[in-house]
């Protein structure tokens, strides 16, 4: 089925678009950031990692092997190596050929049509010399500043875009041990203070972490919070019950708005 939300609650609620709509499509593409510009989504959310060469490209992990046709480390090619391999194929022989975008390429096929969030990844071998200065001139050069927003769970990672010479909001993605439980029992979580991400505009958590308590706790404390990633349609509106200010899905095709 799909979830439908009134005009009015989709005003106060933000549906993103998980690797762009990877439900439909290889996630992290041209083809994913298409399926999902065509969709309610307010946001697309991507991956980034840098290549040999410095370039900032689309991707989730750090290597090449479960997603494309390449093997090894990001780091270890250039752009124009990436750019031989097929993207696609492996998600379904219908998306051979789609390549692994550049930032760059996502951006422009976004062009602020939606708002695009970027989540800044680190290496196998550590963080990438450089990306968040590359990433937030990338944005600049294509004057997308008011449209896209940087996530990460690095602290690393957000010190350096809060030192930078202009200012893109961010979120801080956190992460707990996940024990074998079911999702959304209504417990206190002990991540300690948020007080050292006060420059973030929202602390974006795992479903499982997903309750009343800790999601007003975050609005408490002055932060939006954003849901990942949560696919069933009942699921996602219980999330929204429960005050999240976004859920991203594989599957924004789902959601609709009446
Ligand atoms: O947007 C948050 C979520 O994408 C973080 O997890 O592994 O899908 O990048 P991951
Ligand atoms: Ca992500």
Do not use: C
């Not at 350096?160 to 209504?186: C, E, M, Q, S």
């Not at 999330?239 to 999240?244: C, D, K, V």
């Amino acid at each position: 089925g799909k979830l439908f939300l009134l005009k009015k609650q989709a005003r106060k609620v933000t549906v993103v678009a998980h690797r762009g709509a990877s439900g439909l499509a290889p996630e992290n593409t041209i083809a994913a950031v298409k399926q999902a510009l065509a969709t309610h989504a307010d946001f697309i959310e991507v991956d980034v990692h840098q290549s040999k060469d410095g370039q900032v490209v689309v991707i989730h992990d750090a290597t090449l092997d479960r997603t494309t046709t390449g093997k090894g480390k990001i780091s270890d090619f250039t752009l124009a190596e990436l750019k031989e391999l097929d993207a696609g194929v492996k998600h379904d022989s219908a998306f051979a050929n789609e390549r692994i975008p550049t930032l760059a390429q996502v951006i422009k096929a976004v062009k602020g049509k939606k708002k695009l969030l970027i989540e800044l990844k680190k290496g196998e071998d550590g963080y990438y010399t450089g990306m968040e200065q590359n990433v937030l001139n990338i944005i600049r050069e294509h004057k997308a500043e008011d449209w896209t927003v940087l996530q990460s769970f690095y602290d690393p990672i957000l010190e350096n875009i809060w030192k930078a010479d202009f200012v893109i909001p961010t979120h801080k993605l956190i992460v707990g041990k996940i024990p074998f439980l079911p999702v959304y029992i209504d417990h206190t979580l002990k991540f300690g203070s948020f007080d050292k991400y006060s420059e973030a505009v929202a602390i974006n958590i795992h479903r499982y972490f997903a309750s009343k308590s800790f999601i007003t706790s975050l609005h408490n404390q002055g932060f939006k919070t954003f849901v990942w990633t949560e696919n069933k349609p009942e699921n996602i509106k219980r999330l929204f019950e429960l005050g999240a200010d976004g859920v991203m899905t594989d599957n924004p095709e789902l959601v609709e708005w009446k």
